[in-house]
């Protein structure tokens, strides 16, 4: 069975900075995909970022890059110049492509934005 | 397009009482999905369903729980009798369509308390 796990429970960086994630997960699996979510004190699970393991090209929305060592089995979000809003739970997910299609989460880091 | 619609977004009961919560997914999309959010397990999948088939309901804790989906527009997770730990919050989610599936767009919630 797949894991996820996230090591950092919390994390805080000030406003403009940048601060990175920590993911790392398990499978046997070669091709699947990896998602970070962010979930505001709203609740709702926002999609942030999604990379496929079967591209070697590093995803980048905006401020919001990851960085994925595949052989590390490792997927780090960094967040470039932190603003207020990014305040959330954020959560790494594992998925395969085929066979089942159910997200496997990590347990979630708190990221607090320090004005 | 509207996003997944889940209702009540709260719901509060006595223990023993019947729960129905409701989820309307992402017109187009053919997998529906049914997590659930508590600070000691995490978001765990409870079932899903393909085409209004259930696939995978190995996360349904128990015989209480019992979910449907009678068309492609409509599900429900329902719990019989419910008790205490039950209180947590139900997401539900939907993919498929042009995107092939890989993203999964979350509802908002249902916050339940079983008193």
């Known amino acids: 069975a797949q894991t996820v796990t996230q090591s950092q429970p919390e994390m805080s960086v000030q406003e403009a900075e940048t601060v990175t994630l920590s993911c790392t997960y398990d499978?046997?699996?070669?091709?699947?995909?990896l998602f970070w979510y962010k979930q505001p004190p709203s609740r709702q699970m926002i999609l942030v970022i999604r990379q496929e393991a079967y591209k070697q090209q590093n995803a980048t929305e905006n401020r919001f890059s990851v960085n994925f060592q595949k052989a590390a089995k490792s997927f780090s979000l960094k967040i470039s110049d932190s603003q207020l809003g990014d305040a959330a739970m954020y959560f790494c997910?594992?998925?395969?492509?085929?066979?089942?299609?159910?997200?496997?989460f990590g347990q979630g880091t708190r990221l607090t934005i320090n004005p | 397009d509207a996003g997944v619609i889940q209702s009540p977004r709260h719901e509060v009961t006595e223990m023993g009482q019947e729960v129905t919560l409701r989820c309307k997914p992402i017109?187009?999309?053919?997998?529906l999905f049914w997590y659930r959010q508590t600070m000691m397990r995490g978001l765990e999948l409870l079932i899903y369903f393909n085409n209004n088939v259930p696939i995978d309901d190995s996360g349904m804790p128990e015989d209480r729980f019992s979910a449907k989906m009678p068309n492609a527009s409509f599900s429900t997770l329902k719990i019989q009798p419910s008790e205490p730990r039950d209180s947590a919050v139900y997401f539900c989610?939907?993919?498929?369509?042009?995107?092939?599936?890989?993203?999964?767009?979350f509802g908002p919630g249902t916050r339940l308390t079983v008193t």
């Open positions: 989610a939907s993919s498929g369509g042009l995107a092939g599936g890989r993203e999964q767009y």
């Open positions: 997910a594992y998925r395969n492509i085929q066979g089942a299609q159910k997200l496997v």
């Open positions: 499978t046997s699996e070669s091709d699947y995909y």
């Open positions: 017109s187009g999309h053919d997998y």
